[in-house]
T-cell receptor
Framework: QKEVEQDPGPLSVPEGAIVSLNCTYSNSAFQYFMWYRQYSRKGPELLMYTYSSGNKEDGRFTAQVDKSSKYISLFIRDSQPSDSATYLC????????????FGTGTQLKVEL | DTAVSQTPKYLVTQMGNDKSIKCEQNLGHDTMYWYKQDSKKFLKIMFS???????INETVPNRFSPKSPDKAHLNLHINSLELGDSAVYFC?????????????FGDGTRLSIL
C-alpha cells in the first residue's frame, strides 16, 4: 500500500462544475501539503500549499486538510477546459530534507 | 525565462549505454532535486542536493550518480542503462532545504531505452 493514495480517474466534468479531488495518507507525521497541476508533457506546477490542518483559498481553488482523518482535498470552482490536467497531491514532514511524497495523480477533463 | 531547465528534453538510447541529463535553475535556490516519474505517472524522489552537498539519496541503483558542480546545477549520470530506466526524469529546486519549502519543477527529460 502506498503512503499516499489518490484516485487516478479519469474524472470528466462539464464546464462550470465544481470539482473535488482527494488524497488519503497513512503517515501522521506529514505536516506540509501541496497540490500540483501537471499538463501533458510538462512538469508539475505548484497550485496550493497548506501547513497542517485547515483551509486555504486562492481564486477558484480551495485546499482543505483534515489531519485527524488523514485526508486532503482540492476544490475547483467554475471549472474551465484549461483546468484539464493531472492533479497531484504531495506532502512532506518536518525534517527529512524536504522530501516530497506524491500521490499517483488524478486525471481531470473539463468538457465544453 | 525558464526557471528550471533540463537538457535534453528527449533521450532515446540503447540498453547498456551511459548517458547524462543536465539541470540548471536561475531562481537563486540553494536546493535541487531529481525525481523519476514512471509510466503510471507516479513521481518518486531520487536525490537532493543543498548547496552542492548530498542530502537525500533514496534507494536508487549505484548506476545513477548525481553531480552538483555549483548550487545552480544538478546533473544526473546513468551508467549501463536498463529497460526499466525508461521514464521521465524531473529536476526541481527550492529556496532552502527546510521542510515544506515549495519545489519548482522543470519540464522533464523523457528517457527511452531500446
Amino acid at each position: 500500500q502506498k503512503e499516499v493514495e489518490q484516485d487516478p480517474g479519469p474524472l470528466s466534468v462539464p464546464e462550470g462544475a465544481i470539482v473535488s479531488l482527494n488524497c488519503t495518507y497513512s503517515n501522521s507525521a506529514f505536516q506540509y501539503f501541496m497540490w500540483y497541476r501537471q499538463y501533458s508533457r510538462k512538469g508539475p506546477e505548484l497550485l496550493m500549499y497548506t501547513y497542517s490542518s485547515g483551509n486555504k483559498e486562492d481564486g477558484r481553488f480551495t485546499a482543505q486538510v483534515d489531519k485527524s482523518s488523514k485526508y486532503i482535498s482540492l476544490f475547483i470552482r467554475d471549472s474551465q477546459p484549461s483546468d484539464s490536467a493531472t492533479y497531484l497531491c504531495a506532502m512532506t514532514l518536518t525534517g527529512g530534507g524536504n522530501k516530497l511524497t506524491f500521490g499517483t495523480g488524478t486525471q481531470l477533463k473539463v468538457e465544453l | 525565462d525558464t526557471a528550471v531547465s533540463q537538457t535534453p528534453k528527449y533521450l532515446v538510447t540503447q540498453m547498456g549505454n551511459d548517458k547524462s541529463i543536465k539541470c540548471e535553475q536561475n531562481l537563486g535556490h540553494d536546493t535541487m532535486y531529481w525525481y523519476k516519474q514512471d509510466s503510471k505517472k507516479f513521481l518518486k524522489i531520487m536525490f537532493s542536493y543543498n548547496n552542492k552537498e548530498l542530502i537525500i539519496n533514496e534507494t536508487v541503483p549505484n548506476r545513477f550518480s548525481p553531480k552538483s558542480p555549483d548550487k545552480a546545477h544538478l546533473n544526473l549520470h546513468i551508467n549501463s542503462l536498463e529497460l526499466g530506466d525508461s521514464a521521465v526524469y524531473f529536476c526541481a529546486s527550492s529556496q532552502e532545504v527546510g521542510s515544506g519549502q515549495p519545489q519548482h519543477f522543470g519540464d522533464g527529460t523523457r528517457l527511452s531505452i531500446l
